[in-house]
């Protein structure tokens, strides 16, 4: 079995599988095909290397979508 | 009717541009921006929040073929927070749109201007379209037009007071001095509001509470549709001047003795 | 859309009544009314003029099927007077109603009330629907009320002026203690002030020189159907509440750290 | 040949032939089928009453009609 | 100073009229009516009341020979009403003035202008100096004078409101159409309300609530002393035109380069 | 009286605050700031001029021992020029006093307040007591007390248009927000402006051109003198609050029957 | 000792020796001396004339002074 | 006689012998006892370093003074 590493998705601590691609999480997360943007580390990840980007024990992740505002 | 309203690269045939927070539910919120006719909506960028279901549902409810999302900055205090969540927006999103807010202070959600034309500058050279949320400073306004945005949005009165056109002498120094578009953003709280905003000469008015918040906010939505169109209409005619006394509308020729 | 104005026996869907008086020519007379869907118009009697071969023409372009003439007493100083032009109005016409001006003072147009109880006295006894051209005080319109007038009809400003409502106050005041319908006459110069009128309660709007003397009458014709429907609406609607401070439209929860 | 009488017409002195009635007046004037209203001395004649009655020396006649007016 | 208020037949170097209702004691009264600098004060007629042993002490505060006093008939309903209390007022009292009072209405305690006028032809006939209050509408005040009132006295806004000038407008024709003076009486709420007042051309401004409902009532007595002087030198001195745009104060000749 | 009014190190009875430009000759300014009770004047600094022989007159006319001088950098556009001046007026005058004036805009002389903050930080570093003329934006006026300003200056309408308060609002937002000296400072035309401005908590107001712009100016100096007095005094007192319909003065017990 | 009559006072019902005066009743009320003024059965009775008019069964007496108004 | 020497004074050109000092110049033209402040090549000059300081070829002298403003 896969080493689990832990990461910091939205603020909040997460274990995940090690080595993980971003759209991995995401599909896991049932997020992969919605309309959302990710940041990983302060930098973002644009959706074509959702696949090839590896997270790394410590990553902080930030996935952000649109909701109401003025 | 072409009296478009030209944002960037895009025309508009609506003049109102509204958001989408505050409303009690999401049926609610979709009838209110079919009612104000609205081509542009205004969007936030949030965490996604894996313990909400209902998570995604804002766009399952907004035609966005039909709609331009206008995705905001509210919540930011500082240049570089702005910029981050205007680069996620564009990330998220299906367009260059921002509606870019850089607050300076917590109780009246007035601009840090300083911030904002610095976050501005930057934006602009990254390819945003920006429309920058103001007070009704025409130096900073003359100063965003200098450095590229795509109109100017000062504010009527704060966020979400529903006091209305706070200073209508400014509003239109502004609207002489500069040449990109103008759009009243916040403080419209009634209809008559919005129509007062379209006749100092703004090419279009963005609004939020006065809507959402109405008790009936498809009523108001509607009311303020119609109230941006007649103040726009009444700009175009050309109003008569004002007078201290009376003018008969009806001849005095032709009276009985 | 049941929301109707009553006016004696009559339910009117549209709640702008315009004057004819003052247009350049007929034809832009006739394009104003439509354009602004009013569904009563104000008309003066006066002698016929046997040398102006243009007589009678201005009923050529008034559908009276589809809309309802309102004859004023326009010019008349003396409560005789208004009623002498009354009874001529309803021999000539097509009914019953009659705007009624007793005008009390040259300079500003403003109603001599005395002669205008007396006037509104007689002709509701003689079967007149009545309205009353007066201005904005509650004591006056009670009297009105009481007098049997169909509604009562302060002035917004002085006849022509195109100043807006200069007292909202006193109209705020009438429309919480009368319960005849309430039109606002004289003074809008602008689509906003329609729609403040509106906003204040009131039930209607009348305005003649407003639009006929806008650069563009047609334009402003329909400038003012939208703000008195924007009006009415927002008024239904239900209206913020006014805040001294700024309330988010957007919320803090979800933000990024 | 009819004798003629003088009216005020609208202010104005007319010369009319003796006994004509209201209605003769106006079907000269051609404006008889025109939505006109009709005072003789300060009473309105009702549209039904234009043939019967007839006009005398001094009369007063004012004929009105709709004009623009706010 | 030779610019002084002329009432009847009496002059008086202070143009405001403060009224002697509502204070918490006669102490304050006393105090405040020597800190506003009034020469004519308000006093009401009544039945003097047998188990209260403090009656007839108003009087005693007062000093009647530097002091016109000026009863009012508040409270009257009918002009019937109104002389029977002017006829009693100056049966007790000291002069042949009278701020005539007939109110049409209790919520908003506006005027009765027919039973006014009434009142003020008969009063006037038996030699009084009748300062009558109504509302702002010019053509009573021109009847008002027309029938020898020796001053108009149009509200502000209602009694006690404190609202300040709801119609400026309005007091700025009824100032050019009349000649006697022109007391603003009821609605002031705070200096400024005064200053305007006079500054539209008033001659004097009466009050009451505004100074004895204040948390300091000598303060504010104080403060509207000075607000009516301030208003009246500012009316005198002729203030500047507006302008849109700035005009330096500071000349441009001789900057460093 | 204990009221006064702290700048800097100093403290001042007066809380009004004279410009001496613009008038049409030196006696009459010399008149005007006596009237005016001022304890600060401003004025300009500008080159020597050899061929005026009237040349340094203008410190002739103004007692330096009852007056403190407040030299102003008008007609500076960057936070260089605007520090330049203040240094040599300092240099020349007899305090540390400076009122920073960055201008923006030549047509509305609205301040540039990028540049504005940075030479106050500067300024008040040299030891400048640093009075900042800016406009009616909260955000940039906390910026200002926290740079070290001795008071904050904002605009009520542009310089010389004798608008008065155009955005009250705002000043009241800056009242509540901000604890160092708040000084209206130009748009006064009238004495009710200054009476307003102080009504909202201001600490003092400063003024050129309505004073020497009047047809009289020493007797305008004397209604702002007493306007100022009477706003400032309103303020300490406490006004009523404002109702929607009237409540009497007179009480209705006693009345005849 | 003297015939009482009932007269009203101010709105209330009031016994007084028969055939006094208004300037007895006054007296007695301690008020002859203060600034007020006097309706009998709603006309006035100026000062000078408060000695001469005697009070009758019925009479309706007002008497004011001057109250804290507006 | 002493060399003259250019300046500008307030903007314009000025002959003035060689080597004198602000006061100098201050003192012929009657101001050097007058509320001004000096600025010579855009830096202030103390009122108490008029005397020690002198003027040069090209020298850029700005002298100001307190004017009516607002």
Redesign the interface.
């Known amino acids: 079995m896969r080493r689990q590493i832990e990461i910091v998705f939205?603020?909040t601590s997460r274990m995940i599988p090690d080595a993980w691609s971003v759209d991995e999480l995401l599909s896991d997360?049932e997020?992969s095909g919605?309309?959302?943007?990710?940041?990983l580390n302060?930098r973002?990840v644009?959706?074509e290397h959702w696949a090839s980007r590896a997270l790394c024990e410590g990553d902080r992740l930030?996935?952000?979508?649109?909701?109401?505002?003025? | 009717m072409t009296d478009k309203m030209k944002l960037g690269e895009r025309e508009f045939a609506s003049r109102l541009i509204v958001g989408t927070g505050k409303y009690r539910d999401l049926e609610t919120m979709a009838e209110a921006i079919e009612a104000s006719g609205a081509e542009i909506v205004t969007v936030a960028v949030r965490r996604v929040d894996l313990a909400d279901s209902s998570s995604g549902s804002l766009l399952s409810r907004i035609d966005t073929k039909r709609v331009t999302l206008l995705p905001n900055t509210a919540g930011c205090y500082t240049a570089k927070d702005a910029i981050r969540y205007a680069r996620l927006a564009r990330e998220a999103g299906f367009s260059e749109f921002v509606k870019l807010e850089v607050i300076g202070d917590e109780k009246t959600l007035f601009p840090d201007n300083e911030a904002l034309l610095e976050a501005t500058r930057i934006l602009v050279k990254e390819g945003f379209t920006v429309l920058p949320y103001t007070n009704d400073d025409p130096v900073v306004c003359q100063k965003l037009q200098d450095l590229g945005a795509a109109a100017v949005m000062p504010l009527g009165a704060p966020i979400g007071s529903g006091l209305g056109i706070q200073n209508p002498h400014n509003l239109s120094i502004i609207r002489e001095l500069i040449s990109v578009p103008l759009i009243v953003d916040a403080g419209v709280g009634t209809a008559s509001d919005a129509a007062i905003a379209m006749e100092l000469g703004a090419d279009g008015v963005l609004m939020n509470t006065g809507i959402a918040g109405a008790k009936d906010p498809v009523g108001m939505a509607r009311a303020m549709r119609l109230a941006v169109e007649a103040g726009r209409a009444a700009f175009l005619a050309g109003r008569i001047p004002r007078r201290k006394y009376a003018t008969a509308s009806t001849p005095s020729e032709g009276m009985l003795v």
């Open positions: 939205n603020g997360l997020l919605a309309p959302v943007a990710v940041e302060e973002i644009p959706r930030e996935v952000v979508h649109f909701v109401g505002g003025g």
